[in-house]
């Protein structure tokens, strides 16, 4: 079994808490407010890492009361959740000069500290209130977390994407168990990502991390 040790090291106990401009916001040891994520049943792991990524100030909910597991996961929400799971500085940033992400938008230190860790590129547009597309969860999160990339895949996937370096994100997610496919032989790489499936996925790998990223599928 492989090992790799992430040169972002984070433990659960110090993530740091900042509020977004958005309904709800989260505080230190805060208790689960969401009343529309079960812990039972198939939503007893989406509610332990909603749970404890809500705690952390890592997540946020669309209301007071709502999580909204199954809405879809914008790319503005993809890269605070994805900043503050790092514990990046979103704060003293240097603007990436994307023009639909001013100074004054309310992700602009997420998404700028992203991009200048290398996690997202620079171009003209950020499209921040786009949806997340599972092929691009799979990018940010193996920069993001630096994991070992996958060098071939495996994976019985008859929808990968033409793009060979974002088919080895994909696998590389597939070899943490981080994520999975949609089918057997399915990835859907292009279908939206839902805000609870992140959190699924951030969740995992921190746990992961936590365990020196450890890789459960070999080559």
Known sequence: MRKKQSRLAWALS?????APCVAVLPTEAATMPFTDIKNNGSETELYNAV???YRQGIVFGTTSTTFSPYQNLTRGEAAYFLAEALKLDTKNVTDPGFKDVPTSHKYYGHIAALAAHGIIQKATNYNPNNDMKRS???KILTLGFDLQQATTLSAPFADFTENVETN???????N????????STTFSPYTDVRRGQMALFLYRALQKNDQN???ISVE
Do not use: C, D, K, N
Request: proline share 0%; hydrophobic share 45%; charged share 10%.
């Open 14 to 18: 110090t993530a740091a808490v900042v």
């Open 51 to 53: 749970s404890e990524l």
């Open 136 to 138: 691009q969860m799979a």
């Open 168 to 174: 080895r994100y994909i696998q590389t997610l597939l």
């Open 176 to 183: 943490y168990g981080i994520t999975e496919g949609t089918s």
């Open 213 to 215: 990223l450890y890789i």
